[in-house]
T-cell receptor, first 116, second 113 residues
Framework: GAGVSQSPSNKVTEKGKDVELRCDPI?????LYWYRQSLGQGLEFLIY????????KSGLPSDRFSAERTGGSVSTLTIQRTQQEDSAVYLC??????????????FGPGTRLTVL | DQQVKQNSPSLSVQEGRISILNCDYT??????FLWYKKYPAEGPTFLIS?????DKNEDGRFTVFLNKSAKHLSLHIVPSQPGDSAVYFC????????????FGQGTRLTINP
């Protein structure tokens, strides 16, 4: 079966431009997560979607960051007016969700974002 | 405020020997701990986990130990193989029932032939 897929794999943009990153979770997974990994750092939580519930946005670093999940499947992370400090690998993960434990998260390959 | 810490950025071990990766955490509310393995240009892959009610979980060559009083966990790989060379991340879950994971900075393990 297909795993989590992300596109694009690499994105180079100029400071001040907007970017959209896409995540296709594993079919049947109700939970979806976005993390980012800056150079030499661990993964930093950004946002979490669980079914139709309101997303947990507690990790978004600023109001330039937003995410949506359409139809309970595909998710898009949008970064407006990109800054150089936004350069990182953005990772998406999905899990079966529904409050079960353990709820193993499966990660996509990530999108490497470079802001010039 | 780094709630999950991996103090060794790198570790080099000879093939066949035991690899021990360490992780410390500060928040006693974490209820579940996981180890992920990451190869370059790939996403992290789940390796092994442990609930806070246990002190050991074993899966083949991989064993995770949890010492709650010390807020410390470790991953043992024995015997180490060249394919184990990767970055290993420790992660914790469970603050107020949240599903999000809090990750350490990672340890790069290199297995030498």
């Amino acid at each position: 079966g297909a795993g989590v897929s992300q596109s694009p794999s690499n994105k180079v943009t100029e400071k001040g431009k907007d970017v959209e990153l896409r995540c296709d979770p594993i079919s049947g997974h109700t939970a979806l997560y976005w993390y980012r990994q800056s150079l030499g750092q661990g993964l930093e939580f950004l946002i979490y979607f669980q079914g139709n519930s309101a997303p947990d946005k507690s990790g978004l670093p600023s109001d330039r960051f937003s995410a949506e999940r359409t139809g309970g499947s595909v998710s898009t992370l949008t970064i407006q007016r990109t800054q150089q400090e936004d350069s990182a690998v953005y990772l998406c993960a999905s899990s079966l969700g529904g409050g079960r434990a353990p709820d193993t998260q499966y990660f996509g390959p990530g999108t490497r974002l470079t802001v010039l | 405020d780094q709630q999950v810490k991996q103090n060794s950025p790198s570790l080099s071990v000879q093939e066949g020997r035991i690899s021990i990766l360490n992780c410390d955490y500060t928040n006693s509310m974490f209820d579940y701990f996981l180890w992920y393995k990451k190869y370059p240009a790939e996403g992290p892959t789940f390796l092994i986990s442990i609930s806070s009610i246990k002190d050991k979980n074993e899966d083949g060559r991989f064993t995770v130990f949890l010492n709650k009083s010390a807020k410390h966990l470790s991953l043992h790989i024995v015997p180490s193989q060249p394919g184990d060379s990767a970055v290993y991340f420790c992660a914790a879950r469970g603050l107020q029932g949240a599903q999000k994971l809090v990750f350490g900075q990672g340890t790069r393990l290199t297995i030498n032939p």
